[in-house]
Structures are given as structure tokens and as C-alpha cells.
């Protein structure tokens, strides 16, 4: 029977009691960092990647000579090495969540330990890798496809954004939710066909929750520093749900 006590308010303020849970555990602390240093690693192996081979390998093949084509050949391996740091901040975006699976479930278990859940069977290392390699997969085959096609309907119907703007933004939180719902959920066995009857049964929380994680998210680099604190407050609201009904 879906809950009449956890609506859209409690999953939007959920990330704000998440994060004053995780203030209180000290030993969650050193955890919350793994993301961001994640992020930093595979940027800085791009940019010195891009500055150590990539601009001299390609300014050695485009120089011929002479001034003028020493100087285009100098700013195009330079634009290069740019466009492949841009693409290095996008990677580096989308791999730290999987690569920090493993910590991002110790946050799960820490969560539930501070809340006496019942206790579960832990996952093998490997496991855990796929679990967030998965979480990212999943949400981004569902939701981006069809963000891309609302997209371009506004840009060929522009009236059509009146409907299509509101559903990119529910789209967008939905998928958000999804993949931080995951790690809980996921670790207490709940299959991707339950997991969304759970969204289902309880879709205002959960769009609730999705939304405060999508306007963080649109701040660079934000989406990576609150990882930790939303993965805490989907295990935080999945629980509060449960306890509920």
C-alpha cells in the first residue's frame, strides 16, 4: 500500500537531512572526498596526457616550415589539447561515480547502520564496480534518448517547449533518482522490474527527491562533491518509505 506520509516535500528535503547525518558520522567523513579526488585523477591524467603528447605529436605533423605555418600549426595543436581537456571534464564526469562505487556503497552501509536497519549480505568488490557502472547505464539509456528528442521538437515546433520543457525537467529528476536509488536498492537485491514499481508506488517522494538533485547537479562539478549525500539520502528516504507504510 504506497505511503500517505512520505509526499514530494519529504523527498526534496531529504539531501538536507542526509547531509547533516553524514556531519554527525566522522568515520563517513574521509568517504565523501572519494568522488571529487576520482574526478581530479582522470582530468589531470587527460590534461597531462593532452600537454605531454598530444600537442607536440600534432604540432609536428602540421608544422611545415615556415612562420605563418608554424604559428597554425602551434594553435591547432593547442585548440586540440583544449577540445580534448573539455572532453576529458566530460569522461572524468561520467566514470568518477562508477569508479567510486565501492566507497559510495560503504556510505549505504554506514547510513544504515546509523538508522538499525536489518543487516544484509554484502557484495563482492567486482560487484559493487558493476553496480555503479550500471546505475549509470541504466539511467542514462532511459532519459537521455528521450531528452534529446524533446529537445528537438522544441527546435523544430518551438510552441511545443510549453509541454516539452516540463517534461525534460521531470525526466531529468526522474533519472537522477533512478540512479541514486540505485545503490540502496540494489544491495538489498530489489531488481530493476521492482525498483520501478517502488518509483511507481511512490512517485511524488521520488520526484520530489530527483528534483533537489537536479538543480544541484546543473552546477559544475557540483553533481560529483554531493554524490556521497545523495546516494545517503536515497538510502535515508528508501527507508523512512519503508517504515511508513
Same mark, same amino acid.
Given at each position: 500500500? =504506497?505511503?500517505?506520509? *512520505?509526499?514530494? %516535500?519529504?523527498?526534496? *528535503? !531529504?539531501? &538536507?537531512?542526509?547531509?547533516?547525518?553524514? @556531519?554527525?558520522?566522522?568515520? #563517513?567523513? $574521509?568517504?565523501?572526498?572519494?568522488?571529487?579526488?576520482? &574526478? *581530479?585523477?582522470l582530468e589531470a591524467?587527460?590534461?597531462?596526457?593532452?600537454?605531454?603528447?598530444?600537442?607536440? %605529436?600534432?604540432?609536428?605533423?602540421?608544422?611545415?616550415?615556415?612562420?605563418?605555418?608554424?604559428?597554425?600549426?602551434?594553435?591547432?595543436?593547442?585548440?586540440?589539447?583544449?577540445? #580534448?581537456?573539455?572532453?576529458? %571534464?566530460?569522461?572524468?564526469? @561520467?566514470?568518477?561515480?562508477?569508479?567510486?562505487?565501492?566507497?559510495?556503497?560503504?556510505?549505504?552501509?554506514?547510513?544504515?547502520?546509523?538508522?538499525? *536497519? $536489518?543487516?544484509?549480505?554484502?557484495?563482492?568488490?567486482? !560487484?559493487?564496480? %558493476?553496480?555503479?557502472?550500471r546505475s549509470l547505464?541504466?539511467?542514462?539509456?532511459?532519459?537521455?534518448?528521450?531528452?534529446?528528442?524533446?529537445?528537438?521538437?522544441?527546435?523544430?515546433? =518551438? =510552441? !511545443?517547449?510549453?509541454?516539452?520543457?516540463?517534461?525534460?525537467?521531470?525526466?531529468?529528476?526522474?533519472?537522477?533518482?533512478?540512479?541514486?536509488?540505485?545503490?540502496?536498492?540494489?544491495?538489498r537485491g530489489i531488481?530493476?522490474?521492482?525498483?520501478?514499481? &517502488?518509483?511507481?508506488?511512490?512517485?511524488?517522494?521520488?520526484?520530489?527527491?530527483?528534483?533537489?538533485?537536479? @538543480?544541484?547537479?546543473? @552546477? =559544475?562539478? &557540483?553533481?560529483?562533491?554531493?554524490?556521497?549525500?545523495?546516494?545517503?539520502?536515497?538510502?535515508?528516504?528508501?527507508?523512512?518509505?519503508?517504515?511508513?507504510?
Amino acid at each position: 500500500m =504506497p505511503s500517505k506520509a *512520505v509526499r514530494f %516535500w519529504r523527498g526534496f *528535503v !531529504a539531501p &538536507f537531512g542526509a547531509a547533516r547525518q553524514l @556531519l554527525g558520522l566522522p568515520r #563517513a567523513w $574521509p568517504l565523501l572526498l572519494v568522488p571529487v579526488v576520482m &574526478f *581530479v585523477l582522470l582530468e589531470a591524467a587527460v590534461v597531462g596526457i593532452s600537454w605531454h603528447y598530444l600537442q607536440p %605529436w600534432l604540432s609536428g605533423k602540421l608544422s611545415g616550415g615556415s612562420s605563418v605555418s608554424e604559428l597554425g600549426a602551434w594553435a591547432v595543436s593547442w585548440l586540440s589539447v583544449g577540445l #580534448a581537456v573539455a572532453l576529458g %571534464w566530460l569522461l572524468s564526469a @561520467l566514470l568518477a561515480p562508477a569508479l567510486s562505487a565501492p566507497v559510495l556503497e560503504r556510505v549505504v552501509g554506514i547510513i544504515e547502520q546509523d538508522l538499525a *536497519v $536489518p543487516a544484509r549480505a554484502p557484495l563482492g568488490f567486482l !560487484a559493487e564496480f %558493476w553496480c555503479g557502472f550500471r546505475s549509470l547505464l541504466m539511467s542514462s539509456a532511459v532519459t537521455v534518448p528521450l531528452l534529446v528528442a524533446l529537445t528537438l521538437l522544441e527546435m523544430v515546433a =518551438p =510552441p !511545443a517547449a510549453v509541454v516539452a520543457t516540463p517534461l525534460k525537467l521531470i525526466l531529468a529528476s526522474l533519472g537522477v533518482a533512478w540512479g541514486l536509488f540505485d545503490y540502496p536498492l540494489t544491495l538489498r537485491g530489489i531488481g530493476a522490474r521492482e525498483r520501478f514499481a &517502488f518509483m511507481r508506488r511512490h512517485f511524488s517522494a521520488v520526484l520530489g527527491f530527483g528534483a533537489a538533485f537536479s @538543480l544541484v547537479f546543473w @552546477l =559544475p562539478c &557540483f553533481g560529483i562533491v554531493m554524490l556521497p549525500v545523495g546516494v545517503a539520502a536515497a538510502t535515508r528516504l528508501y527507508w523512512e518509505i519503508q517504515r511508513a507504510q
